[in-house]
């Protein structure tokens, strides 16, 4: 029998892992390549990053979304309430430390003479995109740690080089997405290193999205401070 015929009980079509494996990473790929293509272009463009930012948001939640419902692979791409509770404990003490952490050296970098993010405070602030900030955690995590990651482990992947390659694709995307200028796409591109190495490591240990999610919100409201706070704080 071909078992690519075959549905489950919910509706679903069942594949064979091999298929699987096939579909969500070129799946991944495809989207991450669009993405960057469009910034690309967008860039020499009156209309900047922002088709390629949409792009980000909206496609990494209807792909995962979509791959998860289609072949329920919720549990496979981690976006399960299994080890929730412990998800939460670790991400809650880890990004509390990054927490701490980022605002101590935005505190000093300003101190130091460095200069405020003008452009993002004009986007979060005078465009209203501050409360979209938890949509893009979701994105983000959905995408990086949840269907790539699961793809490269599902290949038999080294954990460590999972976590590498997730978080280098991860921090470079920053370039491509943000509609500001080099200096503070770097500035945040910076800020992603930490998230990207410590959510996969946390997925990894709990096989579980949320904690990423959660630890990416410490972090989003740290970054917050950074701008609309620590500033005024250091003299700024």
């Known amino acids: 029998m071909n078992t690519s015929s075959v549905s489950s009980s919910s509706g679903a079509p069942y594949l064979s892992q091999a298929t699987r494996r096939a579909k969500d990473l070129h799946l991944t790929l495809t989207l991450v390549g669009a993405i960057w293509l469009l910034g690309l272009v967008g860039h020499f463009t009156p209309l ?50 990054l927490f701490l952490m980022d605002v101590g050296n935005t505190y000093f970098y300003y101190k130091n003479g460095g200069a405020p993010m003008k ?40 954990s460590h080089l999972v976590v590498i390659i997730t978080t280098v694709l991860y921090v470079l995307n920053h370039y491509a997405v943000a ?30 999205v949320w904690a990423g999610v959660w630890l990416h919100t410490l972090t989003m409201i740290s970054m917050t401070l950074d ?3 620590i500033p005024g704080l250091a003299g700024v």
């Open 179 to 208: 509609p500001v200028g080099f200096m503070e796409r770097s500035l945040m591109a910076m800020m992603a290193v930490p998230i990207g190495i410590v959510n996969g490591y946390l997925v990894l240990k709990t096989r579980n």
């Open 119 to 158: 452009e993002m405070q004009t986007i979060l602030v005078d465009m209203g995109f501050l409360y979209l900030f938890p949509i893009l955690i979701l994105a983000e995590e959905f995408l990086w740690r949840g269907m790539l990651f699961s793809a490269l482990l599902r290949r038999g992947m080294n």
């Open 48 to 97: 900047k990053e922002w088709g390629a930012l949409f792009l980000y948001v909206i496609g990494a939640l209807v792909l995962t979304l979509w791959y998860c419902r289609q072949y329920q692979a919720w549990e496979d791409v981690f976006l399960t309430r299994k080890n929730l509770k412990s998800a939460l404990i670790w991400s809650s003490a880890i990004g509390s430390i």
């Open 227 to 229: 701008i609309f706070v």
